[in-house]
Nanobody, 126 residues
Framework: QVQLVESGGGLVQAGGSLRLSCAAS????????MGWFRQAPGKEREYVAG????????FYADSVRGRFTISRDNAKNTVHLQMNSLKPEDTAVYYC???????????????????WGQGTQVTVSS
């Protein structure tokens, strides 16, 4: 049973930074791609960033490229999302996610991600 637990959300002023973390358990973390999504009230869920199982490839949405950085620590079964230069429009619940299949059967496309954490709230004030 895959478990994903996010942490690090909170309230920050525009221009500030936050670092989200996601601790994974239940399977061999280093064999699976990981991703971050977000959902603001009244909006569809948005794929924010993804990282390959070995960290060798990443994806960023246009809305966050250059401000957010995804990284992973396979020794600690953890994936991070460093968020800098935050804007009020970044306000959302942020979810960690992972595909059902391991690296040889999954890419970094949004539709690949099937397991989700419970989410962590990020609020950016203007």
């Amino acid at each position: 049973q895959v478990q994903l637990v996010e942490s690090g959300g909170g309230l920050v002023q525009a221009g500030g930074s936050l670092r989200l973390s996601c601790a994974a358990s239940g399977r061999t973390f280093s064999k699976y791609n990981m991703g971050w999504f977000r959902q603001a009230p009244g909006k569809e869920r948005e794929y924010v960033a993804g990282i390959r199982w070995d960290g060798g490839d990443t994806f960023y949405a246009d809305s966050v490229r250059g401000r957010f950085t995804i990284s992973r620590d396979n020794a600690k079964n953890t994936v991070h999302l460093q968020m800098n230069s935050l804007k009020p429009e970044d306000t959302a619940v942020y979810y960690c996610a992972t595909p059902t299949g391991p690296y040889y059967s999954s890419g970094l496309g949004a539709n690949e991600f099937k397991y989700w954490g419970q989410g962590t709230q990020v609020t950016v004030s203007s």
